[in-house]
């Protein structure tokens, strides 16, 4: 029988920016429900990658002195280097540059273009324009004349621009997305979903999707003076890879809450409008502060990465990112609140265990059974999963690791004199092998040296702490 697929995307991230915290938070949680499904025997696949186009890029490189191309190929590089570092497994990762993606989008818009869903002609446009935004705004969306974003004023701006008709799908929107037949869009957390209901309500307006005077983009191919908006051509690049690979539609976009309208309603609009099924899920997660301040170049807060990993390891990174809050949430980061994460549930919790287990299994020469193979996730977990509920997944494992050190606790097998012989070993050994395996989408190094040090029938304990200790100032 052909596997059962699981697509998840991660946005292509903009490469106006290094990557930082906002990002990698995005990325390991796609990486981990990837990893899930794979465990459970999905073919499951995960892109992502680097949007690259437009004119914020093509400012950024003259700026440097580079070419666009130049410019944005080093940038990629460092997202592609920190997912690398962070143990991301991606299916692919994707550039918006890439021979395919042209290609794809290209076919796309004549689609679009043939089956009458953009205008046949430009239609001037005048109005106020953020350049930050790189996107009109209208008057409603401003704060006191300001785009609430950038804090900046938009300027007058009119170009010729193709339209995209976004109104003519506004009733089938909301039907999918009201989804009472679970064959629609299921948008996440319940708030997103609202959100995107109530404006929804109100009307849609057309969207332009070209721009007249901009070279650093992708030609529109029924009218090459004109390249494709930025925004419309970087949410192709999941049909790009899913098409030809077979694993269209997508099964969860993940995206940073403030994107969502993009996946849930423009991106699915465009696809109705070429014949295609829109994604299933798209997931909007919430932000980071930084001790509880906005995260900004400019406050010079910004968290790279490989900060973090210097820090609390790869896997410690990983740990602590999905289990501070809520995924659905916004949540605050400070170097304090997170050493604390990692020193109680790393450190002294699950490093702990299993440093105290093998050592009393090793000095008491006891030998384990050694059928670990029959060890499945958790029963509840794909529920858990299916609606990103990350940390709970984290949590439910720190309650089994108290619950048998809690056991040890109570048995002190330290204190009796033929411990090997006990049929207690059995059942905490088993607990410890489950609690590896339904750890193995967050923590797949760990997960698998746990595996090893148990997998019997003679246990030796690890010479090295899983999770060393972090000193920690008072
Ligand atoms: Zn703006």
Redesign the pocket.
């Known amino acids: 029988m052909e596997k059962s697929k699981f697509f998840v995307t991660t946005p292509v991230y903009y490469v106006n920016d290094i990557p930082h915290i906002g990002h990698t938070y995005t990325t390991v949680a796609a990486d981990v429900v990837a990893r899930f499904w794979k465990q459970l025997g999905y073919d499951a696949r995960l892109l992502t990658g680097t949007d690259e186009h437009g004119a914020k890029i093509a400012a950024a490189a003259k700026n440097h002195n580079k070419e666009p191309k130049e410019y944005a190929d080093e940038i990629s590089a460092e997202f592609k280097k920190a997912w690398q570092l962070l143990d991301i497994d991606f299916s692919r990762f994707i550039r918006t540059t890439d021979e395919d993606h042209i290609k794809v989008s290209q076919d796309f818009l004549q689609k679009l273009y043939d089956t009458g869903a953009i205008d046949p002609k430009p239609r001037l446009y005048k109005g106020l324009y ?1 350049i ?2 790189e996107k009109f705004l209208s008057q409603n969306e401003l704060k006191d004349g300001l ?1 609430p ?2 804090l ?1 004023p938009p300027v007058e701006h009119s170009e010729e621009n193709y339209y995209f008709k976004l109104s003519a799908y506004q009733d089938r929107l909301i039907e999918l997305i009201k989804n009472e037949d679970g064959k629609g869009i299921e948008v996440q957390p319940a708030k997103r979903k609202h959100e995107m209901l109530s404006k929804l309500e109100l009307g849609l307006e057309d969207i332009s999707i070209s721009r007249a005077n901009l070279e650093w983009g992708i030609p529109l191919p029924f009218d090459e003076s004109h390249t494709t908006y930025v925004w419309i051509e970087a949410l192709i690049n999941y049909y790009t890879y899913g098409s030809p690979n077979k694993v269209w539609p997508a099964d969860l976009h993940l995206v940073g809450k403030d994107i969502v309208w993009f996946h849930a309603v423009i991106w699915p609009a465009m696809l109705l409008a070429i014949g295609e099924q829109p994604p299933k899920q798209v997931f909007g997660h919430g932000f980071f502060t930084i001790s509880g301040q906005k995260m900004s170049k400019s406050l010079g807060n910004v968290i790279k990465p490989s900060e973090l990993v210097a820090r609390y390891g790869v896997e410690g990174t990983r740990y602590v990112l999905l289990s501070a809050f809520p995924f659905g949430e916004d949540g605050d980061f400070s170097w304090e609140t997170f050493d604390q994460l990692y020193n109680s549930n790393l450190a002294n919790g699950l490093g702990n265990l299993v440093s105290r287990v093998s050592k009393l299994l090793e000095l008491n020469k006891v030998t384990i059974s050694q059928d670990q193979e029959n060890i499945k996730p958790s029963l509840g977990l794909s529920e858990l999963y299916s609606t990103l509920s990350l940390d709970q997944v984290l949590r439910n494992i720190s309650e089994k690791v108290s619950t048998l050190d809690q056991k040890l606790n109570e048995w002190h097998p330290w204190e009796i004199k033929d411990p090997n012989t006990s049929s207690n070993w059995n059942e905490i050994v088993q607990g410890i092998r489950q609690i590896a395996c339904d750890l193995y989408p967050f923590l797949p190094e760990t997960s698998t040296k746990i595996r090893d040090i148990f997998s019997g029938p003679d246990v030796k304990k690890p010479e090295q702490a899983l999770f060393p200790r972090l000193e920690v100032s008072s």
């Open positions: 953020c930050g935004c785009c974003d950038h900046k």
